[in-house]
């Protein structure tokens, strides 16, 4: 059964730096999709980041361009998701996901994941 484990959120400053840990376990790690996704109080969740493991190809959503970066430690079977500029409109639960198989194209939407993790808390304030 793959886990996902996020870790390092907390309240930030606007214009402050935080950054996601998403620990996995339970099957190999390289190769599949590890995404970011966010979710604000009453909003849909969206996706922030995803990145393949193995060819470290990544897809970013507008609003975080410029600001988010996505990396990987496969040894560890971690992904980090570096956010920096934050501004208040960032404050979200962060949740990292995974697919069960992995697919050619980068999955962008949420139904294209098969595992979550519990969340993260960001708030961001002004």
């Known amino acids: 059964q793959v886990q996902l484990v996020e870790s390092g959120g907390g309240l930030v400053q606007a214009g402050g730096s935080l950054r996601l840990s998403c620990a996995a376990s339970?099957?190999?790690?390289?190769?599949?999709?590890m995404g970011w996704f966010r979710q604000a109080p009453g909003k849909e969740r969206e996706l922030v980041i995803v990145?393949?493991?193995?060819?470290?190809?990544?897809y970013y959503a507008d609003f975080v361009k410029g600001r988010f970066t996505i990396s990987r430690d496969n040894a560890k079977n971690t992904v980090y998701l570096q956010m920096n500029s934050l501004k208040p409109e960032d404050t979200a639960v962060y949740y990292c996901?995974?697919?069960?198989?992995?697919?050619?194209?980068?999955?962008?939407?949420?139904?294209?994941?098969?595992?979550w993790g519990q969340g993260t808390q960001v708030t961001v304030s002004s």
């Open positions: 339970g099957r190999t790690f390289s190769g599949y999709a």
């Open positions: 996901a995974t697919q069960r198989v992995a697919t050619y194209s980068l999955p962008t939407a949420v139904h294209e994941y098969d595992y």
């Open positions: 990145m393949r493991t193995s060819s470290g190809d990544t």
